[in-house]
C-alpha cells in the first residue's frame, strides 16, 4: 500500500483554478485552506509539479511552531548566511533577493506548507513577494486552527486566488478506494469507510492501509470487504489526538462522557463533566451542539474523535459513566439512552436487573437492529429465569443474524413454556417462517401451523396465525390463495396491528406475481404506512423486507426497470442507514434484480456477488436460490459460462431449500445457462418446465416473461398465442408489449421492432430494447431495407454499450461490417462535408481512389449517399476479429443479445 500512488480524486475544479493561476499573466499566486487532511500538501505539490513542467523554478518551504520561534526560521534553507547583527530590514532585503531571483527567466513559485504557523517577518515577506508579482506563492493554511489566518489579506485584497477543500463526497471516495485498492469495493464496507474517516483523504488512507496490513480488509467474491470491526490504528489514534491539540481534564472528561454514548442531551453532558468545558470545545470545533438536526443533542464534531477517546478511555471508566447515565432521568424512548442503559445493565458491579427489564431491553435494541447487544440482553434475562417473552427476545436476536436451527429450537421451547395465547402465538409465527423461509421446510411448517390454530382463544392471536398462513401460502407457491387469505385478514383485523401487516406483506407479494402490480404496489403503500424504520424485531423486520421484495418484483414483471432501479438505490440508502444486518443483502440482491432487469449486467453482476457473499452466511427469507438464479444469468450474458454452469450446480445440490414459488426463477435461469451451452433441447425442456410451474401456482407475469425469455427455445407461435392470452389477465400493458416482441420476430416485422425498441427503452429496459432493435436491423436487411437496417443496427450497438456490454462478443456480433482504416478516414471527411477533391488532397490519393472507398463504404454501411455518414456512422471500437471467424460479414437472424428475467 505505501508503494501505491493515490490518485487525486474529486479536485477536478480545484485544478482547473490552480492551471488558471499558473497560465495567468502575470502568474497569480494561490491559498489553498481546508481542515486537517483534506489534501491541502498534495494539491500544493500538484501546483509545484506543474510549475516545474512549465519551467518554473520552485520551491518547497514547510512551516511548524518551533520554526516560528525564529525569524524566517521555515524558510531557512532558501535563505544564505547573514550576519548575526543584521537588521529586520536587512534580513528582508536579502531574503527578497535570494528567492525572487535577479527578475530574469520564468517566475520563480514558492510553496510554504502550513503558513498559519509562519512567524511575522515571514509573513511580511510572503506579502511583499506576492504585492510585486516577483514570485508566485502557493500557501495552505489550516481552516479552524486557533492562529490567525496570515494568507487572508491576499486573496481578499485580490492578489492570491482562494481554493478551499472540503472532504471528499461519498461517490468520490468509494471511486478512489475502488482505484487505490484496484477493484470493487462491498457496499457496506464503502459506507463503513465513509462513516468512520467523513471523506478526510488521510483518515481514509491511514484506515486503508491498517485494514489490508492487518488483514481485515481482504478480497473475496470478487469484491473487498472489511472484516470485523473498522478501528483507527495506532498511528491513526495519533493523528487524530494531535489534530485534536492540547486538551484539559474537564474537556477530555467530557469526550470520555460522549464515548460512552452519542449523542446525549446537552443537560447529561454538563452534569457529568462542566457547562465550560463544553462551551470550550464547541467554540473549537470539537463538538457540536445540533446533533441530528436537533438543538440540545451534543455529539463529537467526527467520528473519529469518539474511537480514539474511546480506545484511550480505561474501561473501568466508561462504566463508571454509563452507571450514572443510567441512574439518571434521561429520555427513555431515546435511542442513545437505550443504548447506553442496555449496556449497563450487563456491566456488572450493581444488582442484576430481572429479567422483565433485560427483556424488554433486548426488545428495544433489537429494534434498533443491534442484534448482538440484543442477544447478550435476551441471554441474560434467560439466565434471570425469564419465561416465553425471554426466549421470544432471543429468537429476535438470533433470526437475522442466521441461526435457523437455534431459532427452531428455541421458538419450540419458547412455545412449550408460553402462558398466554399471545406468547405461544408469537412463538408459533416465528417457528412457521422460519421453517419455511430459512429451513425450506414448508410442509412441516404447515404442520407446526395447523396443530397451533385449534388450541387459540383470542381473536388476536387467530388473525396472526391466519395472516401467517397467508405468507406460507405463497411460499408454498399458492400466491392467489395468499391474497385471498390475507384479504379475508385484513377485512377483520385491525389496520396497523400484526395480523394487518403481515396480510398486507403477503397480499403484495401474491399480487406482485399474479399480475397485477398496480394492486401490489398500493398494499405496499399501505403497509409501510403504519411501519417504523428501524425495527429489527421478527415480525416488523420480516413485514419490512417482505414488502420490499413484493414491490421489487411488482415493477420488475411490470416492465418498470427505471422505477425499479430508482426503488433498489433507495431502498438501499435506507438500509445503510442503520448498523449492518441481513438486510444489507437483501438490498444488494434487488439493486442486482433491478440492474439486470435495466440491462446493466456488469453492474448487476456486482450487486449479486455482494448479495450472494451475503445470503450464503445468513438466509432467513429463502433468497438464496433467487440470487443464484440471477448472478447465473448475468455470468452467461457477460460470456463466463464456466462461472454460471457453477452456480446452476449450486441450484441443483439446493434445490430442495428452495421456496417453491420461486420455482420458475430457479428452471429459467437453468434454462438460460444451458443454451449459453448450447445445450439447446435441455434448454427448451426447462423453459417449458419454468412456464409450467409458473402457470399452474397462477403466477401470470412469471409465466409471461419466463415465455419471453425463453422463446427462442422453442415454439415462438406457441408463445405468441400464450402471451396474448395472458396480457388480457395483466393489469400492465407490459405483458402485451412482450407479445408483440415475440409477433414481430416471428412476422419479420422491422418497423414494428423498431417501435417496440423505443417503447422498452423508455421504460428502462435497455438490453430488451438492444435486441428489439437487433432483430429490427435483421429483418430490415432481409427485405433489403439496406438504410433502415443500418441505422435499427447503430441503435443497437448504443443500447448495448450503454448496458456495458461494449466488447462482449454479443456486441461484435451487431456490429456492422467492418471498415478498413483508410475506409474510415475518407467516411469521417465525407461526413464533415469535404469534396471528393478536397478528401483526395488531403489523403494524397486520386479522386477515382475516393470514389471507390466511397462506394464500398455506401454498400457496407447501407446507404445510398454522403448525407446519410453522420447518421451510419457507428464509430465501433477496434474489433480483435469477426464473429464467427468469418470476416466481413453480419448475420442477424435469431441473434439476440440476452436472455434473462
Known amino acids: ?123 511580511t515577506l510572503l506579502h511583499q513577494l506576492a504585492a510585486s508579482g516577483a514570485v508566485m506563492l502557493v500557501l495552505t493554511v489550516r481552516t479552524g486552527a486557533t492562529e490567525p489566518d496570515p494568507a487572508a489579506p491576499l486573496w481578499k485584497d485580490g492578489l492570491a486566488d482562494r481554493i478551499h477543500l472540503e472532504p471528499l463526497r461519498r461517490a468520490e471516495l468509494v ?10 469495493v462491498d457496499a457496506r464496507t464503502g459506507e463503513r469507510l465513509w462513516h468512520l474517516s467523513q471523506g478526510n483523504p488521510l483518515f481514509l488512507r491511514e484506515l486503508l492501509e491498517d485494514g489490508v496490513w492487518s488483514g481485515r480488509l481482504t478480497k473475496c467474491e470478487g469484491a473487498w470487504r472489511w472484516q470485523d470491526a473498522m478501528l483507527p490504528s495506532q498511528r491513526l489514534c495519533e493523528i487524530v489526538l494531535a489534530q485534536l491539540g492540547q486538551l484539559d481534564a474537564a474537556e477530555w472528561r467530557v469526550l470520555e462522557v460522549l464515548a460512552t454514548v452519542e ?62 447515565l443510567l441512574a439518571g432521568s434521561g429520555d427513555d424512548r431515546s435511542p442513545a439512552h437505550v443504548a447506553a442503559r442496555c449496556l449497563a445493565l450487563l456491566d456488572g458491579g450493581e444488582p442484576v436487573p430481572d429479567a422483565g427489564q433485560l427483556t424488554a431491553a433486548a426488545r428495544r435494541a433489537a429494534a434498533m437492529l443491534d442484534h448482538r447487544l440484543a442477544g447478550r440482553l435476551a441471554r441474560a434475562a434467560v439466565e434471570a429465569g425469564g419465561q416465553a417473552p425471554a426466549y421470544l427476545a432471543l429468537v429476535e436476536a438470533t433470526t437475522w443474524p442466521g441461526s435457523p436451527v437455534e431459532t427452531e429450537d428455541l421458538t419450540r421451547h419458547a412455545a412449550e413454556v408460553a402462558v398466554t395465547d399471545d406468547d405461544r402465538v408469537e ?169 439486470l432487469a435495466a440491462g446493466r449486467v456488469r453492474v448487476a453482476a456486482r450487486w449479486l456477488v455482494s448479495a450472494y457473499t451475503g445470503l450464503r452466511r445468513a438466509d432467513p427469507l429463502g433468497l438464496l436460490p433467487v440470487c443464484r438464479s440471477q448472478l447465473a444469468m448475468a455470468r452467461a450474458l457477460l460470456g463466463d459460462v464456466d462461472a454460471a454452469r457453477g452456480l446452476v450446480a449450486e441450484l441443483d445440490e439446493a434445490a430442495s431449500a428452495a421456496l417453491p414459488v ?69 393489469e400492465s400493458a407490459y405483458v402485451q408489449d412482450l407479445a408483440d416482441h415475440v409477433g414481430a420476430i416471428v412476422a419479420e416485422n422491422g418497423d414494428d421492432l423498431d417501435v417496440l425498441s423505443r417503447r422498452f427503452e423508455e421504460a428502462g429496459l435497455l438490453l430488451t430494447a438492444a435486441d428489439a ?82 462506394s464500398h463504404i455506401y454498400g457496407k454501411l447501407g446507404i445510398t449517399g454522403r448525407t446519410e455518414l453522420s447518421d451510419a456512422l457507428v464509430d465501433p471500437p477496434p474489433r480483435t476479429g469477426p464473429p464467427n471467424g468469418a470476416r466481413g460479414e453480419l448475420t442477424l437472424r435469431g441473434r439476440r443479445l440476452s436472455a434473462r428475467l
Request: net charge neutral; aromatic share 2%.
Open 263 to 324: 449523542p446525549l442531551s446537552a443537560r447529561e453532558v454538563e452534569a457529568l463533566s462542566s457547562r465550560e468545558a463544553v462551551a470550550r470545545l464547541e467554540r473549537l470545533g470539537v463538538v457540536v451542539d445540533d446533533a441530528e438536526g436537533t438543538p440540545g443533542l451534543v455529539r463529537t464534531a467526527h467520528p473519529l474523535y469518539t474511537e480514539v477517546v474511546r480506545s484511550r478511555t480505561p474501561e473501568a471508566v466508561l462504566r463508571s459513566i454509563r452507571r450514572e
Open 427 to 595: 412463538a408459533t409465527v416465528i417457528r412457521v417462517l422460519d421453517l419455511a423461509c430459512a429451513l425450506g421446510q414448508v410442509a412441516q411448517a404447515q404442520a407446526v401451523l395447523d396443530a397451533v390454530v385449534p388450541a387459540v382463544r383470542s381473536d388476536h392471536g387467530r388473525s396472526l396465525l391466519a395472516a401467517t398462513g397467508a405468507v406460507l401460502a405463497f411460499c408454498s407457491g399458492d400466491p392467489v390463495g395468499a391474497v385471498d387469505q390475507a384479504t379475508a385478514v385484513r377485512s377483520t383485523a385491525r389496520e396497523g396491528e400484526p395480523a394487518w401487516q403481515l396480510a398486507t406483506a403477503a397480499a403484495a407479494l401474491g399480487h406482485a406475481v399474479t399480475g397485477a402490480p398496480r394492486s401490489a404496489l398500493a398494499r405496499v403503500a399501505e403497509g409501510r404506512a403504519g411501519l417504523s424504520w428501524p425495527d429489527g424485531r421478527s415480525v416488523p423486520a420480516f413485514v419490512h423486507l417482505a414488502l420490499a421484495q413484493a414491490e421489487v418484483m411488482a415493477l420488475r414483471l411490470s416492465g418498470r426497470a427505471r422505477e425499479l432501479e430508482s426503488l433498489a438505490a433507495d431502498l438501499h440508502r435506507r438500509n445503510l442507514a442503520g448498523p449492518e444486518w441481513y438486510g444489507d443483502a437483501v438490498a444488494s440482491l434487488h439493486c442486482g434484480w433491478a440492474a
Open 773 to 854: 432493435a437487433a432483430e429490427a436491423a435483421a429483418a430490415h436487411e432481409r427485405r433489403g431495407a439496406r438504410r433502415a437496417a443500418a441505422t435499427a443496427m447503430a441503435r443497437a450497438v448504443t443500447l448495448a454499450r450503454e448496458c456495458g456490454l461494449a466488447g462482449s462478443q454479443s456486441l461484435q456480433a451487431l456490429l456492422p461490417p467492418s471498415l478498413t482504416a483508410r475506409e474510415q478516414e475518407v467516411a469521417r471527411l465525407a461526413s464533415l462535408g469535404l469534396s471528393n477533391v478536397q478528401i483526395a488532397d488531403r489523403l494524397v490519393v486520386s479522386v477515382r481512389t475516393v470514389e471507390a472507398h466511397l
Open 1 to 123: 500500500m505505501e508503494a501505491m500512488r493515490w490518485p487525486l480524486m474529486g479536485r477536478e475544479a480545484e485544478l482547473r483554478t490552480m492551471n488558471a493561476a499558473l497560465t495567468a499573466r502575470p502568474e497569480r499566486s494561490l491559498v489553498i485552506t481546508g481542515p486537517p487532511g483534506v489534501g491541502r500538501s498534495r494539491l500544493a505539490r500538484e501546483a509545484l509539479t506543474a510549475a516545474a513542467q512549465r519551467g518554473h523554478p520552485t520551491a518547497w518551504a514547510v512551516a511548524t511552531g518551533a520554526a516560528a520561534l525564529v525569524p524566517l526560521g521555515a524558510l531557512a534553507h532558501l535563505l544564505p548566511a547573514v550576519d548575526d547583527g543584521a537588521t529586520g530590514l536587512a534580513l528582508l532585503q536579502r531574503a527578497t533577493a535570494a528567492i525572487a531571483g535577479d527578475g530574469t527567466g520564468p517566475t520563480p513559485v514558492l510553496a510554504v506548507d502550513d503558513a498559519h504557523l509562519l512567524d511575522q517577518m515571514s509573513v
Open 662 to 730: 420461486y420455482a420458475p426463477f430457479v428452471l429459467v435461469a437453468r434454462a438460460v445457462v444451458a443454451g449459453a451451452q448450447g445445450h439447446s433441447a435441455e434448454a427448451a425442456r426447462l423453459s417449458r418446465e419454468a412456464a409450467r410451474s409458473a402457470a399452474e401456482q397462477g403466477q401470470v407475469a412469471t409465466e409471461a416473461v419466463v415465455l419471453h425469455t425463453t422463446f427462442r427455445f422453442g415454439r415462438p407461435l406457441h408463445v405468441v398465442d400464450r402471451l396474448g392470452v395472458l396480457a388480457r389477465r395483466c
Open 175 to 184: 471511486r478512489l478506494v475502488g482505484q487505490v485498492l484496484g477493484g470493487d
